[in-house]
């Protein structure tokens, strides 16, 4: 671990060849200390080619390898794919598949692999009523039992289910509204064992809306606004192993640019440290971050996803790739 600021940057890919469209990626530590990144990609949002991609960080290279297709559901859109890993080293690809044309179609599946991400599992239904979708990473609770954050493309609004046998059963818990809508929440768990959620907000709410659990994620607090803003647009947070948080986000209420990370000393109260990822014109967006047991944080995400014209679903037709930022927390501080 490097005791002062620490900062780089690395593409995960440059191009893929008949999948211009590359958005919303996820980022785990492998069991051996490997890197694997997923992520969704094909012709155009939402169009029936879209696949979960991923590809594996070579710590013994320092490099990382040529993308390849994770899942592929036929005639069907994949997306929002999200990487664990359990108690027990197995992982974890949590995703959602269209079986209509749109988000609020969608049905959740999850993939396993035992050896490390080299092979998987056939698919499973996790919910097959439409709509709920994933976003970001689950967290295992101090019990135990295992929180995976979700959301109701439908009505715009945030859930958790919880597993207490470690996957084998899922149940859902709660139903965080606002007017202006919350979706993709992101939750850690503070240091009274108390936690923390945060959520996009939705049309011009322009800020990130908050709530919290007392009860491990059975109950929430009435959806309140932070002081962090937010463009209708993805967030993640981390704790870290020095009962930080880090939170990586668009800090505007208008434009997915420019895409920061922030660190809280003091469970979410106070953010008095950021830094820029990205500045200037495009679109940096959909960020994931983790802590690596180096005590590094990985931040991946989805960079200059093109905009042609008014919107549609084609309108991310061009050109974003993924990027990955390594950094610590001396560099946020610094």
């Known amino acids: 671990m490097v005791e002062g600021p620490s900062f780089s940057i690395k593409e995960i890919f440059d191009r893929i060849s008949g999948r211009p469209f590359n958005h919303a990626p996820t980022l785990v530590e492998l069991p051996g200390r490997d890197l694997l990144a997923a992520w969704y990609g094909g012709s155009y949002e939402g169009a029936r080619d879209v696949v979960v991609l991923s590809s594996r960080f070579e710590r013994i290279s320092n490099a990382w390898k040529e993308p390849s297709v994770l899942v592929d559901t036929p005639d069907r859109s994949d997306g929002n794919p999200v990487l664990f890993v359990d108690r027990y080293e197995n992982v974890w690809l949590f ?16 993939v396993k692999s035992e050896d490390g991400g080299f092979t998987w599992s056939s698919p499973t ?3 097959s009523e439409w709509g709920w979708m994933t976003r970001n990473k689950p967290l295992t609770l101090r019990n135990g039992y295992i929180l995976l954050p979700i959301y109701d493309e439908d009505r715009w609004r945030s859930m958790v289910m919880i597993s207490e046998d470690d996957g084998e ?7 965080i509204k606002t007017d202006q809508g919350v979706i993709q929440p992101t939750v850690v768990q503070l240091r009274d064992g108390s936690l923390l959620m945060y959520m996009r907000t939705g049309g011009k709410g322009g800020y990130i809306w908050k709530s919290a659990s007392t009860d491990n994620g059975r109950t929430w607090t009435a959806a309140c606004k932070t002081q962090l803003r937010n463009p209708n647009s993805s967030i993640e947070m981390v704790k870290t192993s020095d009962r930080n948080i880090v939170l990586a986000f668009n800090d505007s209420s208008a ?22 990822l990205e500045i200037g014109q495009g679109e940096f967006s959909y960020p994931s971050v983790i802590q690596s047991r180096d005590g590094n944080i990985h931040v991946v995400y989805t960079h200059r996803r093109g905009e042609i014209g008014q919107f549609d679903r084609r309108f991310h037709a061009h050109g974003a790739n993924i990027k990955h930022v390594t950094l610590n927390e001396a560099w946020i501080k610094s």
Do not use: H, Q
């Open 125 to 127: 239904i996790l919910r």
């Open 255 to 276: 434009g997915r640019s420019p895409l920061n990370v922030a660190l809280s000393t003091n469970d979410g109260c106070t953010w008095p440290f950021k830094k820029s």
């Open 169 to 175: 059963t899922w149940t859902r818990y709660g139903d």
């Open 95 to 110: 995703y959602v598949t269209m079986e209509g044309n749109w988000w609020d179609s969608c049905v959740i599946k999850y």
